[in-house]
């Protein structure tokens, strides 16, 4: 019959497509230290790298996939004696089931090396039209050659066409991430990680919550348990205290607000519940080590180093 509008999986799946882009680096050319707010996913189609995160160094390859988790601190460096162009796709995306990252729920690995060359090209062929019509439509949207992360396109804007051709990037980056999900399958756990429904209720009123002052008493009475249990189920399922996961989604909404819009320091630090622009400031220096106007432009002028 069809029905599977009661599978609350797919009520709570948050799927969001921000960029793909092919590049070709020099084989000497350093791509550097730089964290995103987005989940980015490399398909390396030739050269060699070093890249090191979570405190563990791979040296990547053609073939090899790349699956970097968001705010995670990425170091990619040249390897001595390589000749070849360091050549890849990168795919930027947001993906959630509400409220955990999909990677982490999912257990994504961070490196796939050496996948089976038909099924590497298949993802690479998929990725090859979906970076095609994308670019199609940023080019109806007169969107290039500035990049799309920065210019915002009113809905009011879109006409009905490109509607049209919006839902097709959006469709077909759905059917890119389910053949992808497909090609990773066998590294995956056969059970996503279980996260206890007061944790989940409780996470989705921090991120329905994040431009008001909000107290553990409050979190605490959404679940009608004790402060002192809460925080016991929020160390034993994600490892922090359930205020360290507000600061962390704070933070999280202000890079995508640093790197995605226009917004002024002060404006952000309204949006994302701090008292004022100067306790704002200091937190991100203390999480981060720079200020928010340096992380803004340190990430737009590494644009080309996703």
Known sequence: MGHIRHVGFLKDLSLRFNWIIEWKFKPEEELGQVAFPHTLIWLVLGGRRTITFKERTWEIRRGDLVIIPPHVMRDVQACPGERELFHY?????????????????????????????????????????????????????????????????PTHEVDVDETSALLEVDGMFR??????????????????????????????????????????????????????????????????????YLQQERMRRTKELLLNTEYSIKEISEKTGFANQNIFSRAFVNLEGISPREYRKRLREHHGHY
């Open 175 to 244: 059917l890119w991430f389910s053949r992808f999900f497909r090609l990773i399958r066998p590294t995956l756990p056969d059970q996503p990680m279980f996260v206890d429904p007061r944790i989940q209720k409780v996470c989705v009123y921090i991120l329905n919550n994040l431009a008001h002052t909000v107290k553990i008493s409050d979190l605490a009475r959404q679940v009608f348990t004790s402060e002192s249990h809460l925080r016991m189920l929020f160390r034993k399922t994600l490892g922090i205290s359930p205020m360290d």
């Open 89 to 153: 796709i990168t795919v930027s995306c947001d993906i959630r089931v509400e409220p955990l990252e999909f990677t982490d729920l999912y257990r994504f690995p961070n490196v796939i090396p050496n996948v089976e060359p038909t099924e590497f090209a298949a993802i690479v062929e998929c990725s090859h039209h979906l970076l095609k019509i994308t670019d199609d439509i940023l080019f109806r949207l007169d969107l290039r050659p500035i990049p799309a992360r920065i210019k915002h396109v």
